[in-house]
């Protein structure tokens, strides 16, 4: 099958998903239109910045603006005129009662609505509670009744850190349509990211939006059970580490999400989580695994905090902290376990010293005034004259310290391990207290 020669695509809403997505299809061959109601930061994707750290993303946004496929615009109604594929990828954050807000999807469908000609295919990629591209449906049609629209639930799998991997080699394409047509236009524009043989599969809108949630639902959940069994492994002789690979070699169960640690974080599962355990509520359905997975993080984050502690001499000193991000390979503080743990410390009035390869910016400012936190551009400097380290975040740069240089800086030799990367024996022959996640040393 050919790629539809002049398919254009415009993607509404260029956070994480909307400028991967847009930047992607860019460098599948397809012209497209990325559009963003933030006029300074379509200012600056003009000017080649990029508004987030993703590996890769600062490469296709050069590429992609020289061959001129792609271009960026905060008028919508450029966006819906020029492009027969309308991507809606703007975010959808909780609201006050823990529902997602799709206030942004909506504001785009009615511009889409306004400025339609012709034939389009509407395609929802922001995380929408189940019957949302139905009623997108409706919206568009009570605003324009003649339209020629068909819509499509196209939920979006992509983690930070990967964003681009993930986009360009999809494990799987999500398509909930019932219309012959935009399946197809759909299934021809994701032609070439599926070269690789990975399924695309075509399903109700409903089904798809719910397969959104119960993916991330479910990763969550695995991350939520290891978590839980690390503390019965702190209470016995067993490793974590050596019960994941344990389950993990079973087919059944598989090696990924089962790494224990401070608990998840990131903008997406802990939200996730909570809307879809509230809509289920709704539907009088008891998401109790769900539920009580979001209180099994809460938990997780709390007895890490009293295992920091646990060695901690009662008079306030200072510890410092590697890594401060959600987790490796991204800036992203959003939900991070590090906030939890800082203000709990800085509350308790110990002096909290940071370093991130890629968030100490984002984090200074999260604490900016906070004179008792510090942020360092440097690894080793982040430990001198600290009491611990303790490793939030499992980012490459920490994984062989050089222990001289942590000897020289930190007042007592003690490391607590977050994110169980390293190997405890090497730690300690090189004179140092190590403590783990679901190790009982
Ligand atoms: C997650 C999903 O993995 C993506 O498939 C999805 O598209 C995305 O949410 C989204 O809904 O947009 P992301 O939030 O980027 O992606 O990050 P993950 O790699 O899933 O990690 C989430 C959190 O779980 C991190 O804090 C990470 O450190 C933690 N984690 C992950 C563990 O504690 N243990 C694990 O074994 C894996």
Not at 30 to 49: M, P, Q, S, W
Request: net charge neutral; aromatic share 10%; with cysteine.
């Amino acid at each position: 099958m050919q790629n539809t020669p002049n398919t254009s695509i415009s993607v509404f809403g260029l956070g994480y998903v909307g400028l991967v997505t847009a930047l992607s299809f860019a460098e599948m061959g397809f012209d497209v239109i990325g559009c963003d109601v933030d006029a300074e930061k379509i200012r600056r994707l003009k000017n080649r910045e990029i508004p987030f750290f993703e590996p890769g993303l600062k490469n296709l946004l050069d590429e992609n603006l020289s061959n001129e496929r792609i271009q960026f615009t905060d008028i919508y109604e450029h966006a819906v005129r020029n492009s027969s594929v309308l991507m809606i990828c703007v975010g959808t954050p909780l609201n006050e009662k823990f529902e997602a807000d799709v206030s942004q999807v909506e504001s785009v469908l009615t511009a889409i609505a306004q400025h339609i000609n012709g034939f389009k295919s509407v395609v929802i990629k922001s995380t929408v509670p189940v019957g949302t591209s139905r009623r997108a449906d409706q919206i568009i049609r009570a605003a324009n009744p003649t339209c020629d629209i068909e819509v499509a639930s196209n939920p979006e799998f992509l983690r930070e850190g990967s964003a681009i991997e993930d986009t360009m080699k999809p494990s799987r394409v999500i398509v909930g349509c019932d219309h012959p047509r935009t399946t197809d236009i759909l299934r021809r524009i994701y032609e070439p990211f599926l070269k690789n043989g990975n399924p695309f599969i075509v399903m109700s809108p409903e089904s798809s939006e719910m397969s959104k949630y119960a993916a991330n639902c479910m990763l969550a959940l695995r991350i939520s059970y290891m978590n839980q069994l690390s503390q019965l492994c702190e209470r016995t002789n067993a490793d974590i580490e050596e019960v994941r690979k344990g389950i993990g070699s079973d087919p059944r169960i598989g090696p990924h999400f089962i790494y224990a640690g401070v608990g998840y974080g990131g903008s997406c599962f802990p939200k996730d989580t909570r809307a879809f355990s509230e809509w289920a509520k709704s539907l009088d359905v008891n998401l109790s695994l769900v539920s009580q997975t979001i209180e099994a993080n809460n938990n997780q984050r709390e007895k890490v905090l009293g295992r920091i502690l646990k060695n901690m001499t009662p008079e306030p000193c200072t510890i410092s902290f590697w890594g401060v991000a959600f987790k490796a390979g991204t800036d992203d503080i959003r939900e991070a376990p590090s906030i939890y743990f800082a203000q709990e410390l800085l509350r308790m009035g110990y002096r909290v010293q940071v370093f991130d390869p890629l968030a100490n910016d984002a984090f200074k400012k999260y604490f900016s005034g906070n004179k008792e936190l510090q942020v360092y551009s440097n690894q080793y400097e982040a430990t001198e004259g600290s009491s611990l380290l303790v490793v939030l975040t499992e980012h490459k740069s920490f994984r062989t310290p050089n222990f001289q240089k942590l000897q020289s800086a930190m007042k007592k030799y003690q490391i607590f391990d977050g994110r169980n990367v390293y190997n405890p024996q090497i730690i300690q022959e090189a004179g140092f207290d190590y403590h783990g996640v679901g190790r009982s040393i």
